[in-house]
């Protein structure tokens, strides 16, 4: 599992986000991106992407404002794109 966004702020400032790949998921494939919402007490969003190269597959969920914050979503496509 690879980890590309990691939140870590105080509870107090709302839900924390983990975004990773995962090549153990279904059947090795490392271009599904999961994405987690989690509050202080409980998971609020777990959702798996498919990240095709250039953009994300429309024939699955997809993620996007403002169900996952901008911020959030510009960080993971820069380093699926391989940006620092």
Not at 3 to 12: A, E, I, K, Y
Not at 47 to 55: C, D, E, L, N, Y
């Amino acid at each position: 599992m690879k980890t590309l966004h990691q939140d870590n702020h105080d509870w107090l400032q709302g839900p924390r986000w983990r975004v990773t790949t995962d090549p153990t998921m279904a059947d090795h494939r490392p271009d599904l991106i999961r994405f987690v919402k989690l509050s202080g007490s409980r998971k609020l969003l777990d959702q798996i992407a498919r990240w095709t190269g250039s953009g994300w597959d429309q024939s699955r969920y997809v993620p996007k404002p403002p169900m996952v914050p901008v911020r959030v979503l510009e960080r993971v496509e820069a380093v699926l794109r391989g940006q620092p």
